[in-house]
């Protein structure tokens, strides 16, 4: 009976894929990231989905991990409720190794780590995941894919304001102000979010992120663009690392400011200057005083603090040289500061330690793009001279071919690299670092096929990927270098898979999108690791990483009305029980989610006003019971309503 409820979901509701509700055929979207020049979809070697800001509002998610996850090639994993640890997975790599960006401005902390739980939809006008490996283009980090982040433009007077609550003591507000012409233009967003959490004590969350653009072309050809991105969160939970409720008032703080300044140029016709100054800073710590007077066993108080900054500069140059020929080439320089302290108490006394550490990256790339007719050919690299571990190449190439019937053909292949993490460079409390660590590095591929039919109602697409992983580094409790460092690069991995898009527009007005993706991951080499680690073992499946997905999402516009749901659907995946030493090995259950709501505009033929609308939306429909992480509680239904009201002159 369930299954049937499912289906009549599906059949009437769903969130949108691609371009607007009332589109009759399925358009090829335009991608930056991928070439860093504006680009066709269809003349690219590699795979690429675009987010459009109808998709996201109409999917009704707060959080930017959530309107990612579905889609193939893509796994999020989340240990709990609203601000908890959020990591995203792609095409089986490391949850290091996707580049993270906001309207250029780098996101990940040096050494590729970042945690989706803070980053919101608020003020993303869309957003572009590009697969497979891009530090060509973007240096370290950028292994697996990557996703950036573009925030609205101003132009024309816009006001809005949305307020929502429901489930799990969940509010959520927001309140935008735009405006402008094709001289100077402003968009600034404000939004606050809070949450109770899934815990009965010490259990919330709170996010407060300030988001604004400003864009200024005096002259034709000539422009200045700056974003801020401010966001501020507090998240309070009873848990260690294997989930269990051990604590009543420890606390994360986050802080997380990121700017940019570009300014562009047209020296000629044919060719256009950029320059980008990008700055990210990230502060804060763990907060975790004794639960009381009586709490002075074991490591019962903890403390710590940090402040990282990453600056850097990019100067890059687009020129024309013939028809249809296109080469970029630029270089970067980007300095990293990390400065953490932290101190603890135990029954064996205070502990602590302070770290600053510094290190730069100079780097030169280039990338020429051909594209003639339905055939285009893509080939760049890039040297980067890092001032630890020396002087890395990387290299990619793709082609992409067309046929008169619908029918194209894409390639793709390269390399790329994650620097270690300046903990694992410099150490902090009872670990020694190695400063001479060499990145993290892979070679990817991929080849595929897309089919359109119908007039563009309907395209099919199937492409098969594979990664290998070396040089992985590995953290040994017993010192494996002759000067004490606890961390090697020695350890390998495999990754491969088939990912199956199909997306459609039967009628005007509704959209179909289903994605299927099967994943086979390998650790080839457990390195130093006993045979017993369960986490790392030579020949188990990569944690926390599905081998296989599946998704379906429908979009139904209905006269004033919107109806939308999802089916998710993910295939057990291995995972590790940390309560035990060592980890024991564990499998964690296959699910189904299902996601549906409604939204209603009462002034559709007002154009002051299409942005007034009341929204119903239900997450786990059927409140299924499941884990992403073993140990950690996932989210129940929960229920969100809410009032949008807007106008636009």
């Known amino acids: 009976m369930r299954a049937v409820w499912v289906l009549a979901v599906l059949v009437v509701m769903g969130r949108p894929l691609a371009g607007q509700g009332r ?87 040096p050494g590729g780590a970042y945690d989706f739980a803070n980053l919101t939809l608020d003020n993303v006008e869309r957003i572009e995941i590009v697969r497979g490996p891009a530090s060509v283009l973007y240096g370290s980090d950028a292994v697996s894919g990557v996703v950036q982040l573009f925030t609205r433009a101003g132009g024309g007077a816009r006001y809005a304001g949305e307020f929502r609550g429901g489930s799990y003591g969940t509010v959520e507000g927001d309140a935008e102000i735009a405006g402008g012409d094709a001289t100077a233009s402003y968009a600034v967003t404000g939004a606050w979010r809070r949450s109770d959490g899934l815990y009965p004590v010490n259990s919330g ?22 974003t801020v991105r401010r966001t501020s969160a507090e998240f309070r939970y009873p848990t260690d690392g294997a989930g269990d ?25 044919r060719t256009r200057l950029q320059l980008a100054l990008r700055s990210h800073a990230i502060g804060g710590g763990i907060d975790d005083p004794p639960d009381g007077p009586a709490d002075t066993l074991g490591a019962y108080a903890y403390r710590s603090q940090r402040d990282l900054d990453r600056q850097l500069v990019d100067l890059w140059a687009d020129w024309t040289a013939l028809p249809g020929i296109t080469v970029t080439g630029g270089g970067t320089y980007e300095h990293q500061r990390d400065r953490s302290t932290d101190e603890g108490q135990s029954d064996f006394g205070p502990y602590g330690s302070t770290t600053d550490a510094r290190r730069h990256n100079w780097a030169g790339y280039g990338e020429a793009m051909l594209a003639r007719g339905p055939l285009a050919v893509t080939a760049g690299g890039r040297v980067d001279r890092n001032q630890r571990f020396g002087t890395f190449v990387t ?107 199909a997306t459609a527009v039967p009628v005007a007005g509704l959209r179909l999108d289903a994605q299927y993706t099967y994943l086979h991951t390998e650790v080839t080499d457990a ?20 081998t296989y997905a599946a998704a379906l999402d429908a979009r139904w516009d209905v006269g004033p009305a919107q109806l939308h749901g999802g089916l998710r659907w993910s295939g057990s995946r291995a995972d590790a029980d940390f309560s035990t030493y060592p980890a024991t090995r564990v499998s964690l259950a296959a699910y189904t989610l299902v996601d549906a709501g409604v939204t209603l505009r009462p002034f559709p033929r007002a154009a002051s006003l299409h942005a007034t609308a009341v929204e119903v939306q239900v997450r786990n429909l059927f409140d299924a019971s499941y884990q992403m992480a073993y140990g950690f509680p996932a989210q129940g239904r929960m229920v969100l309503m809410g009032i949008r009201v807007g106008m636009e002159h």
């Open 395 to 501: 290299w990619r190439g793709s082609a992409s071919a067309g046929t008169p019937f619908g029918l194209r053909a894409f390639a793709s292949g390269g390399t790329a690299f994650k620097e270690p993490t300046v903990f694992e460079q410099f150490g902090g409390s009872f670990v020694v670092g190695n400063p001479d660590l060499a990145p993290e590095r892979t070679l990817s591929w991929e080849a595929g096929l897309e089919q359109t039919l119908l007039g563009a109602r309907v395209r099919l697409s199937a492409s098969y990927f594979g990664q290998r992983f070396r040089d992985l580094i590995q953290y040994a409790f017993t010192p494996v270098t002759p000067d004490g460092a606890n961390y090697v690069n020695l350890a390998a991995a495999d990754a491969d898979g088939l990912e199956l898009q």
């Open 23 to 109: 589109d009759t055929t399925v358009l090829d979207p335009i991608v930056v990231t991928a070439t860093r020049t504006p680009t066709r979809a269809d003349r690219l070697g590699s795979r690429v989905t675009v987010l459009t800001e109808g998709d996201l509002r109409a999917s009704g998610y707060a959080n930017v991990a959530d309107a990612l996850a579905g889609l193939a090639g893509l796994t999020v994993a989340r240990t709990s409720g609203a601000g908890s640890a959020t990591s995203l997975f792609l095409r089986g790599g490391e949850s290091d190794y996707v580049k993270v960006l906001v309207d250029g401005v780098p996101l990940n902390e």
């Open 245 to 269: 409720v051990v604590d009543t008032n420890q606390r994360q703080l986050t802080t997380s400011t990121a700017l940019s300044v570009t300014f562009a140029h047209r020296l000629a016709e």
């Open 527 to 546: 390195g130093i690791l006993p045979d017993d680690d369960a986490a790392f073992r030579k020949g188990d499946r990569l944690l926390r990483r599905p």
């Open 205 to 226: 969350y709170d996010n407060t992120t300030v988001s604004g653009r400003l864009r200024v072309a005096p002259v034709s050809g000539t422009s200045a663009d700056v």
